[in-house]
């Protein structure tokens, strides 16, 4: 972040800055919710890797970073509020095929390989 951007609020571990990137100061990770919108694996995939907020090094999540925002009960997605989304489910970036990939599941806190079509999430680790 380099403190280019205000920060506009904040959720226990959570800050979100005026340009839409939520830290995790636990973590040390940066994370976008993606556009309101389902997409297909490789949009998103796409969609991380062009994200040009704050510098680059944008990518899709791990299952495992997922897992780190997850917190039953809390918000509307069992996650901070910070990351304005309306998505149960999220890619990851582990990948088996072209109709079936590993996403994340907010509403159980889990994995799960389905053709589905979830939204995006982008992270980087905070330079």
């Given at each position: 972040m380099h403190g280019e951007s205000q920060i506009i609020d904040q959720d226990d571990l959570y800050i979100k800055h005026a340009n839409g990137v939520v830290y995790d100061s636990k973590t040390g990770l940066e994370w976008i919710a993606?556009?309101?919108?389902?997409?297909?694996?490789?949009?998103?995939?796409?969609w991380a890797k062009g994200i040009e907020i704050d510098g680059s090094g944008w990518r899709m999540p791990t299952r495992k970073e997922l897992e780190t925002l997850y917190?039953?009960?809390?918000?509307?997605?069992?996650?901070?509020?910070?990351l304005e989304t309306e998505a149960w489910w999220v890619w990851?970036?582990?990948?088996?095929?072209?109709?079936?990939?590993s996403l994340f599941d907010f509403s159980r806190g889990s994995r799960d390989w389905r053709s589905r079509t979830p939204r995006a999430y982008a992270v980087r680790t905070r330079k």
């Open positions: 993606g556009p309101g919108r389902n997409m297909s694996w490789n949009e998103a995939k796409d917190q039953e009960g809390k918000g509307k997605r069992n996650m901070t509020w910070l990851s970036s582990e990948h088996d095929d072209s109709l079936s990939s």
